[in-house]
């Protein structure tokens, strides 16, 4: 079992930057796949970022890359998303997702195991 726990959001000016954190707790944490979504008011939650380390693969959905980075600290066992030049569309909640497979699509939702409570970003204007 894995739970986890995402922080850091907020409110932010257009332009700006947030650091989300997501603190897992479980054992074998370094071998899941991670992945970040976001689901903004009367739409379907919809896919960031995710990485495999085991695999070393990454992916980004094309309208966060070059803007946004997915990292991980296994000592502290937690995942970041470092979200820089915010724009008002990345208004959303955010939520973290552990995946025990390493193979396979890592950009949908029912491939995740385990979600987060998420936390709301909100980009102003």
């Known amino acids: 079992q894995v739970q986890l726990v995402e922080s850091g959001g907020g409110l932010v000016q257009a332009g700006g930057s947030l650091r989300l954190s997501c603190a897992a707790s479980?054992?074998?944490?370094?071998?899941?796949?991670m992945g970040w979504f976001r689901q903004a008011p009367g739409k379907e939650r919809e896919f960031v970022a995710a990485?495999?380390?085991?695999?070393?693969?990454?992916s980004y959905a094309d309208s966060v890359k070059g803007r946004f980075t997915i990292s991980r600290d296994n000592a502290k066992n937690t995942v970041f998303l470092q979200m820089n030049s915010l724009k008002p569309e990345d208004t959303a909640v955010y939520y973290c997702?552990?995946?025990?497979?390493?193979?396979?699509?890592?950009?949908?939702?029912?491939?995740?195991?385990?979600w987060g409570q998420g936390t709301q970003v909100t980009v102003s204007s």
């Open positions: 997702a552990a995946r025990g497979s390493a193979s396979g699509r890592l950009d949908i939702v029912s491939v995740y195991d385990y």
């Open positions: 479980g054992r074998a944490f370094s071998s899941y796949a």
């Open positions: 990485k495999s380390w085991s695999a070393g693969r990454i």
